[in-house]
């Protein structure tokens, strides 16, 4: 059984910052793509980051220079660190995982809501 859990979301003031993690059973994120996406009321699902089996990385223009992804692969967890944090980030951040079979797990979500 697959299971991607986030957690570290809150209420953050505009500037502040946050760390996301994703700590992940069943599968191993050494071995897998790991994504943050998150999700407005009545908006699509957008993707905010992402890293390759390579550790290569992929950012949303939106987020660049402020958000960093990242993996532990000995604590199988992927983080996402959110620097200077604006009213516009505020989202359920959804972790991704793709597993080498590119079979697709989701974890529940965690709310982040940052304030004037």
């Known amino acids: 059984q697959v299971q991607l859990v986030e957690s570290g979301g809150g209420l953050v003031q505009a500037g502040g910052s946050l760390r996301l993690s994703c700590a992940a059973s069943g599968i191993t994120v050494k071995a897998s793509v790991i994504g943050w996406y998150r999700q407005v009321p009545g908006q699509e699902r957008e993707l905010v980051a992402n890293?390759?089996?390579?550790?290569?990385?992929n950012y949303a223009d939106s987020v660049k220079g402020r958000f960093t992804i990242s993996k532990d692969d000995a604590k199988n967890t992927a983080y996402l660190q959110m620097n200077d944090l604006k009213q516009e980030d505020s989202a359920v951040y959804y972790c991704?995982?793709?597993?080498?079979?590119?079979?697709?797990?989701w974890g529940q979500g965690t709310q982040v809501t940052v304030s004037s």
């Open positions: 890293m390759g089996r390579f550790g290569l990385t």
């Open positions: 991704k995982a793709v597993s080498f079979t590119r079979s697709t797990y």
